[in-house]
Structures are given as structure tokens and as C-alpha cells.
């Protein structure tokens, strides 16, 4: 399984980007995506899943991020909206290997993309 992440760019506060990843090989349908991000100096964190038809959002970007799926695509979608230079990172897909629900738990995700890199400034 390859995971290709795009769409990450430099931003200003207040702007919008929409990242995408795109998903290949033996991938379970029912499996659950997530997007995690990490910046300089700081532990990765989830920042939002989809699942079983349902999403998990982390709290410092609900109302603000929307993730959303085309599964006949196999890519997932991050629409971020409202940046804020906290939500500087490098932004990482990430696909479980079996039927999930929506979760930020990292330890889940066995596939993981190299990342796209989103600067709010």
C-alpha cells in the first residue's frame, strides 16, 4: 500500500488549503484514513479521521477542518479553512490495514505517506 500526499503550501492566516491523499495497492474498503501532523520540535498529533462512516476530529481544529473520502478514488480529503500559524506542520496520511471505525490512535495506522507540508505565515 502507497499513500501520496499533495496540496500543502504556504498560507497566511485566515486562508484555506485542501489536501488530498491518494491511496494504492491491497487496501481494505472498510479501513479508516487519517491525516496526523508534526511540527519542528513537537510530537505528532491526530488531527482528524474518517471510518466506518464516521469522522474523529482533535478539538484545536473542529469547526475549522473537514476530512471526507471518495472511496471510488481511494483518496482522502482534508479541507482546512481558517489557518492559523499554529496549524504550521508537515501533514501525514495514514490507512489502517483492516475494517475500522474514525480514530486518532497512530498505533492503528500501519501505512503511512512521506507527508505535504503546510506553512501558515
Known amino acids: 500500500v502507497q499513500l501520496v500526499e499533495s496540496g500543502g503550501d504556504l498560507v497566511q492566516p485566515g486562508g484555506s488549503l485542501r489536501l488530498s491523499c491518494s491511496a494504492s495497492g491491497a487496501i481494505d474498503s472498510g479501513s479508516a484514513m487519517a491525516w496526523f501532523r508534526q511540527a519542528p520540535g513537537k510530537k505528532r498529533e491526530g488531527v482528524a479521521s474518517?471510518?466506518?462512516?464516521?469522522?474523529f476530529y482533535a478539538d484545536s481544529v473542529k469547526g475549522r477542518f473537514t476530512i471526507s473520502r471518495d472511496n471510488s478514488e481511494n483518496t482522502v480529503y482534508l479541507q482546512m479553512n481558517s489557518l492559523k500559524p499554529g496549524d504550521t506542520a508537515m501533514y501525514f496520511c495514514?490507512?489502517?490495514?483492516?475494517?475500522?471505525?474514525?480514530?486518532?490512535?497512530?498505533?492503528?495506522?500501519?501505512?503511512w505517506g512521506r507527508g505535504t507540508q503546510v506553512t501558515v505565515s
Open positions: 474518517i471510518g466506518n462512516g464516521l469522522t
Open positions: 495514514a490507512i489502517t490495514s483492516w475494517a475500522a471505525r474514525a480514530t486518532l490512535a497512530p498505533r492503528l495506522y500501519k501505512y
